[in-house]
């Protein structure tokens, strides 16, 4: 049998949630039908993921997040330069930026299938207008060399729509989704003392602690959480934050959280490995975004059965149902966030309740052999 040749192209080699997108497919797209390779910009957690499963990875030069013109005509002929040697049979691209010039290097090259996954369009995020649209336009002008666009949320899929992207035959909705059997969560009182000791905290305290796993970006709205925090704190001294994750913005949080003289109540842990495995130590699992696609880190929150907050912002209404299996708050909104943890507070029962929905919603309706299967059809029909 001959196999379908894959090449999974990312714009970074960060381990955020395209990258996990990714990996999870080049584990579970079947041996026998597919042969894979990876490529991204930079050598970071993505690459050592991908290596260390022996599959191949190509670091692409000059590819980044930012625009800069020069590096990224490199990137283009790096991209164009692989296509050709490799010569797969579909190119599927994560990441704004090389969803646009590996879709223009990929028809060059004579790339037979070109998808585009979006997680989260970037014209909706907090920039100026000017630029809000030049993105706009880019995303217009890219989807032309795009056979499919991969919509990771219902949000992403109407917004493709309704800003005229491509033609809605081009937009396909596949969910991210999960295997309960790939996460194995270390035991609550383990996974809390661990995260107490790694702060210098005394770890028989009973602390009330608000968690999450982000990356240290603006898009996250982690900013947010630390403006709440020290109304919280007054109210229940107990309440520490956990704010696990990655990224260029750690030192300007550091700083803000500084300024507020909370180090003794909000602390950054960055680059946890295999930081899902934590999450039972968590009381809630608090998601701040002001820009989301759909969130792998409310997936994986779910599965160890921990109530929510999301911000009602990308693909997070279509996971958390207001009051069923947590809460929903408007985003870039301190007070909202101050209700919503002291709901939880104030109703320990309701925390058990929403937890058990959550982990059951994810099992119902986000699994990972749905997505596997619509992802197969998108590839090959």
């Not at 059965?305 to 912002?313: D, W």
């Amino acid at each position: 049998m001959v196999k379908t040749k894959i090449l999974f192209i990312s714009t970074k080699s960060v381990i955020g949630g395209a990258q996990r997108y990714i990996v999870d497919l080049v584990d579970y797209l079947p041996k026998d039908e597919f042969e894979v390779a990876v490529a991204a910009g930079g050598s970071g957690h993505l690459a050592s993921k991908i290596r260390e499963r022996g599959i191949p990875y190509y670091e692409i030069r000059g590819l980044g997040r930012n625009i800069n013109a020069f590096q990224d005509v490199i990137s283009f002929f790096s991209i164009l330069a692989l296509l050709l040697k490799l010569h797969p049979d579909i190119v599927h691209l994560n990441g704004s930026k090389v969803t646009v010039i590996g879709a223009i290097a990929g028809r060059i090259a004579g790339t037979k299938k070109i998808v585009a996954s979006t997680h989260g369009w970037p014209f909706l995020e907090d920039r100026p207008h000017w630029q809000r649209k030049f993105l706009e336009s880019i995303a217009r002008f890219g989807a032309r060399f795009q056979s499919a666009i991969i919509c990771v949320s219902e949000f992403d899929y109407h917004i493709g729509v309704q800003y005229k992207i491509a033609p809605e035959k081009k937009l396909i909705l596949i969910h991210n989704g999960v295997d309960p059997a790939k996460h194995i969560f270390l035991e609550r009182s383990v996974a809390r003392e661990r995260l107490l000791r790694h702060e210098n905290m005394p770890v028989n305290r009973k602390y009330f602690i608000v968690g999450t796993i982000a990356e240290y970006t603006k898009n996250k709205g982690l900013d947010y959480i630390v403006e709440a925090a020290p109304h919280i704190i007054s109210v229940n001294p107990n309440v520490i934050f956990f704010l696990v994750g990655w990224g260029g913005d750690k030192e300007r949080l550091r700083y803000h959280i500084e300024t507020h003289d909370l180090q003794k109540n909000i602390f950054l842990v960055d680059y946890l490995p295999e930081a899902f495995s934590y999450l039972k130590a968590f009381d809630l699992f608090l998601l701040a975004s002001v820009k989301e696609g759909f969130a792998y880190t409310l997936l994986e929150a779910s599965l160890a059965q921990l109530p929510l907050i999301a911000t009602r912002v990308g693909g997070n209404p279509e996971l958390v149902s207001n009051l069923n299996n947590g809460i929903l708050i408007e985003p870039m909104l301190p007070g909202e966030i101050i209700n919503a943890i002291s709901h939880f507070i104030l109703h320990p029962k309701d925390k058990i309740r929403f937890g058990e929905n959550a982990r059951k919603k994810v099992m119902e309706d986000f699994s990972i052999t749905a997505m596997l299967e619509q992802t197969k059809h998108a590839y090959l029909s």
